[in-house]
């Protein structure tokens, strides 16, 4: 790929990894957000906002540690990516997730921006996973879980 075409797949990249196109953005989905509702859970659903934002949290922790870190040990599924159902939050543990969230997305996103991530070359302590995909990965999951967030906030008025 040349210098030119690698530049634009990267800003593509971090583009979709902040919610860009059709996808609703990280900032705008999570600025605002009521604290009355973070634990609030609607219908049969057995997560609240805050399981969302923990889930999202761990999940993409866990991908961007496999992405650079070949000692690194994912939690044990599914458990392991879910908060207990009984656990709540205060508003300060919620600022806590969505900061650690925030400060490990823009480190995905520094991975896809560096010059020296081979964004198509198999992770070598993978099994045909690339940073590519593991980027796409982290996008794809924060947009289907931003919108359930979403949708339970509406719900939940």
Same mark, same amino acid.
């Given at each position: 790929?040349?210098?030119?075409?690698?530049? #634009? +797949?990267?800003?593509? +990249?971090? &583009?979709? +990894?902040? !919610?860009? !196109?059709?996808?609703?953005?990280?900032? %705008?989905? $999570?600025?605002? $957000?009521?604290?009355?509702?973070?634990? =609030?859970?609607?219908?049969?659903?057995?997560?609240?906002?805050?399981?969302?934002?923990?889930?999202?949290? /761990?999940?993409?922790?866990? /991908?961007? %540690? $496999?992405?650079?870190?070949?000692?690194?040990?994912?939690?044990? $599924?599914?458990?392991? &990516?879910?908060?207990?159902?009984?656990? =709540?939050?205060?508003?300060?543990?919620?600022?806590?997730?969505? %900061?650690?969230?925030?400060? %490990?997305?823009?480190?995905?996103?520094?991975?896809?921006?560096?010059?020296? =991530?081979? +964004?198509?070359?198999?992770?070598?302590?993978?099994?045909?996973? =690339?940073?590519?995909?593991?980027?796409?990965?982290? #996008?794809?999951?924060?947009?289907?879980?931003? !919108?359930?967030?979403?949708?339970?906030?509406?719900?939940?008025?």
């Amino acid at each position: 790929m040349d210098q030119q075409n690698n530049i #634009a +797949l990267r800003e593509h +990249l971090r &583009y979709l +990894l902040r !919610g860009g !196109g059709a996808h609703l953005g990280v900032h %705008e989905a $999570f600025s605002h $957000f009521p604290s009355q509702l973070i634990n =609030t859970r609607v219908g049969n659903l057995p997560y609240t906002p805050w399981h969302v934002l923990e889930h999202m949290r /761990i999940v993409q922790w866990d /991908i961007l %540690e $496999f992405s650079r870190n070949k000692d690194h040990i994912s939690p044990r $599924f599914p458990e392991g &990516y879910w908060p207990p159902q009984s656990a =709540t939050a205060d508003p300060q543990r919620w600022k806590q997730s969505l %900061e650690i969230f925030l400060s %490990e997305l823009r480190e995905m996103e520094e991975l896809v921006m560096d010059s020296t =991530t081979e +964004l198509l070359l198999p992770i070598p302590h993978g099994d045909g996973q =690339t940073i590519l995909r593991e980027a796409l990965l982290v #996008a794809d999951h924060n947009a289907y879980h931003l !919108g359930a967030l979403m949708t339970i906030r509406k719900t939940a008025g």
